[in-house]
């Protein structure tokens, strides 16, 4: 079936750096993709969409030039955490749309010391 | 806008016992309804979906039913297994007044599901 894979599935990194998180389909193309972040015993947040070739839509309260996303083909969106601090650790996913139904990344555990 | 509330857990229940995690959600339009569930150290599995209202999802045992004149969508299971313990989201996406954009889903907070042997 029809496969997202997410990279690094863990992360750490020194707070004042960048991360960029990898999300790919694998064996069939995702026009849109979705980033999602979840907080410890709470639910996913929609962060924000992105749609390949164009340029991502952000949620209300997430900061577009903190969190960077790139769609830039249909097998690979991007989200880079920019000048991470530590409240930016988190679980971060994606989620690949290309059929009817979203498939989830397998996630990235970001800790920022 | 949409909003979606789950049971809290955690959730203890013994081998083969009956399973019942209640979700209701708003919503505008015309949402799909969607249980996920994630296990330890992994990232979301579609466990079963609805489309439309009186639609009844089912995967693995589990089970739920779209009502629209409830705005729920339980999740139920007749018999659970140690391998069920897992965290479960209820989720929406609304296709209807969007005009049937790829819509991203809203979530409930999630359910900790504990079976106990």
């Known amino acids: 079936g029809a496969v997202v894979s997410q990279h690094p599935s863990r992360v750490i990194c020194k707070s004042g750096t960048s991360v960029k998180i990898e999300c790919r389909s694998l064996?069939?193309?995702?026009?849109?993709m979705f980033w999602y972040r979840q907080f410890p015993k709470q639910s996913l947040m929609l962060m924000a969409t992105s749609n390949e070739g164009s340029k991502a839509t952000y949620e209300q309260g997430v900061e577009k030039d903190k969190f960077l996303i790139n769609h830039a083909s249909l097998t690979l969106s991007t989200l880079t955490v920019t000048s991470a601090h530590p409240e930016d650790s988190s679980f971060y996913i994606c989620?690949?749309?290309?059929?009817?139904?979203?498939?989830f990344g397998q996630g990235t555990r970001l800790t920022v010391v | 806008g949409n909003s979606v509330t789950q049971m809290e857990g955690p959730v203890t229940l013994s081998e083969e016992a009956f399973l019942t995690i209640n979700c209701t959600y708003t919503a505008t339009g015309y949402p799909s309804l969607f249980w996920y569930v994630q296990y330890p150290g992994e990232g979301l599995q579609l466990l079963l979906k609805a489309t439309k209202a009186d639609d009844k999802g089912s995967n693995k045992g589990f089970e739920a039913t779209y009502r629209k004149e409830t705005t729920s969508f339980h999740l139920e299971k007749g018999s659970v297994q140690v391998s069920d313990s897992a965290v479960y989201f209820c989720?929406?996406?609304?296709?209807?007044?969007?005009?049937?954009?790829?819509?991203?889903?809203?979530f409930g907070k999630g359910t900790h599901l504990i079976i106990q042997p």
């Open positions: 989720a929406l996406t609304s296709m209807g007044l969007s005009g049937g954009g790829a819509d991203g889903l809203t």
């Open positions: 989620s690949a749309r290309g059929q009817a139904d979203g498939i």
């Open positions: 064996d069939f193309q995702a026009t849109t």
